[in-house]
C-alpha cells in the first residue's frame, strides 16, 4: 500500500496529510500538536510505503488550502475512514456538525440513539485520524469546555476561532448584500433606519389628521 505526502502551512501550523493510491485521505496531523508518534511512523505502522505528493494529494491539499482562506465550509475529497462500526458512526455524525457549530458528546450520543454513551463517543473521538476534516474540534464539553482534542487544546480553540470568524464574516456580508438590493430597489441607500422611519412618519402624520379632525369636530 503506498501513502502520498505532503504539507500546508496554517494559523495552527504546519499541518502533514497523506492521501492513498485513489487520493482518499489517510491521516492528517498538527505538526505543533501533541502525539505519540510522527505522521509517517504512524503510516508505516499501518503499512503503508511512504512516497512525496506527486499529484494524488492535489485536492487533498487544495481543499484544506481553501478552509484557510475562509472559502471552504465543507470537505468533498474521499476519506479512508478505517475503524469500527461505532467508530465510522461517530466519525460520520462529526461530519454532520454544521461548520461553524458546535455540539456536546452527550448530545451526539442521543443522536446516536444511545443518551449514556457520552464516554463511547468521547472514546471514538479521541481515535480519529483526520482531524479538521473530520471535525472532532467541533465537539465540546456539555460546559462548553474544550477537551478531548489530540492536537493539543490550543489548536482546537483555534479551529474554532477560526471558523466563528468566518461565520462572523459571512453574516456581515449577507447584511451588506441586503443593503445593496435595497438600494437598487428603491434607489436609495441600504439602510434599514431610513427604510423604515419614512413609513413612521406617515403613520404618525396621519394619526396627528386624525386627532385633528376629532378636535375640530368637538
Known amino acids: 500500500m503506498n501513502a502520498y505526502l505532503d504539507t500546508i502551512p496554517s494559523p495552527v501550523g504546519l499541518i502533514a496529510f497523506a492521501v492513498d493510491t485513489q487520493g482518499a485521505l ?45 472559502t471552504r465550509r465543507v470537505f468533498t475529497l474521499s476519506l479512508a475512514m478505517r475503524g469500527t462500526p461505532w467508530q465510522i458512526r461517530c466519525w460520520n455524525a462529526l461530519i454532520a456538525i454544521p461548520y461553524g457549530e458546535t455540539r456536546s458528546y452527550g448530545t451526539m450520543a442521543a443522536q446516536l440513539g444511545n443518551h449514556h454513551a457520552a464516554r463511547a463517543v468521547g472514546r471514538a473521538n479521541a481515535t480519529n485520524h483526520l482531524p479538521l476534516v473530520v471535525p472532532c474540534h467541533r465537539l465540546i464539553g456539555a460546559n462548553g469546555a474544550l477537551t478531548g482534542f489530540e492536537g493539543g487544546v490550543e489548536i482546537k480553540r483555534q479551529l474554532l476561532e477560526h471558523e466563528g ?36 412618519t406617515e403613520t404618525q402624520r396621519r394619526k396627528d389628521a386624525k386627532t385633528q379632525r376629532c378636535k375640530d369636530a368637538n
Open 26 to 70: 489517510l491521516r492528517l496531523r498538527f505538526v505543533d500538536g501533541s502525539y505519540s508518534m510522527s505522521i509517517e511512523e504512524a503510516l508505516q505502522g499501518d503499512g503503508f510505503a511512504l512516497f512525496p505528493n506527486d499529484g494524488h494529494a492535489d485536492q487533498a491539499k487544495r481543499e484544506l488550502q481553501e478552509y484557510w482562506a475562509g
Open 165 to 200: 470568524e468566518a461565520m462572523k464574516h459571512r453574516n456581515i456580508e449577507a447584511l451588506e448584500q441586503k443593503a445593496q438590493s435595497v438600494e437598487r430597489k428603491t434607489g436609495r441607500q441600504g439602510d434599514i433606519s431610513r427604510s423604515i422611519v419614512p413609513r413612521r
